[in-house]
DNA sequence: TTACGTGCAAAGGCTTTGCAGTCGG
DNA sequence: CCGACTGCAAAGCCTTTGCACGTAA
């Protein structure tokens, strides 16, 4: 979750990112960095799209595909892919990288983050040899949400 | 990796399996189980339909996604999604649940495995009210081998 | 015998690409 | 002005589904 304040760097960074490759900065790229960097959650493009429509703005599904994607190579954006056959977009924060609880039930995704996990991380690649990038991490289950809406007692698949 | 005693039993499990719910044991099915069990790799649904084609076995890709899926249902197969635009799947061996070193270059996969990993996914469970149930690791990077597959010093995208 | 499986082909869901028209710098 | 973008529609890729025929028990 960003503050306004981040957000809007955000936008701002993308839009030199554009201007530093010399590529336009069109309405189209900035009102979808504006919605996607604003939002507080992991949108779909599915999702997105309808934001933007709430907006009243209509982006051509290939430009958001294309702006989403260009967000993600500027740094402004990461991907996640949570294996539901589509990704979803998250802002990149200043803080650092976290972990994902995500529920079966109702497909929401909370975050948790752990320094000893990145360390321990870390470690591990050392010991592969192999040279450390990124992680991801998630825990599948179900959120204390849907829990309290089963019936007390009543648990399993 | 299952040792070939492992792969015949759980050959045996899965023809249980049907057995149990009163399914066919049908020619393709065994053949789908035998080459997945016997897989020592994470393979995707077209590499399997190669190593059944290099068998000799043509196996209808309908027929082939719908064994994969009865296989992980029988618990004898792990699904996995590393956001590559398909699935690989993997037989369950008897150890504990591990975690994936994912190779950008090679698309390489290597487990690792690690007990204070799986407590602390519990605990951080725990604290979120989170129902624990599965977790997903990966870390991403470059393997040793495309590492020194480069040029000595020439890092980078 | 009979319910379920099998294979092909068609359809589906998400994403990418081709191309004519448009616009930022 | 020119190169890159935009939007639509078509195509692509992986996966699922519909249906006539075949087969395990």
Not at 1 to 22: G, P
Not at 90 to 114: M, Y
Not at 136 to 143: F, K, P, S, T
């Amino acid at each position: 979750m960003l503050t306004r304040d981040e957000s809007n760097a955000r936008v701002e960074r993308f839009r030199r990112y554009l201007k530093d490759r010399r590529l336009p900065v069109t309405r189209q790229r900035i009102t979808v960095a504006e919605t996607l960097l604003a939002s507080e959650d992991h949108p779909s493009i599915e999702v997105l799209r309808r934001r933007l429509l709430d907006r009243g703005v209509h982006v051509g599904l290939a430009t958001l595909y294309r702006t989403v994607e260009a967000l993600v190579e500027s740094g402004q954006v990461l991907a996640h892919d949570f294996g539901e056959g589509f990704k979803r977009y998250e802002p990149v924060g200043d803080r650092r990288e976290h972990a994902h609880l995500v529920c079966r039930r109702c497909g929401g995704v909370t975050e948790f983050s752990n320094d000893r996990l990145e360390r321990m991380f870390r470690m591990t690649a050392d010991e592969h040899q192999f040279y450390y990038e990124r992680h991801r991490v998630e825990i599948h289950g179900i959120c204390a949400e849907c829990r309290s809406r089963d019936l007390p007692g009543a648990g399993g698949r």
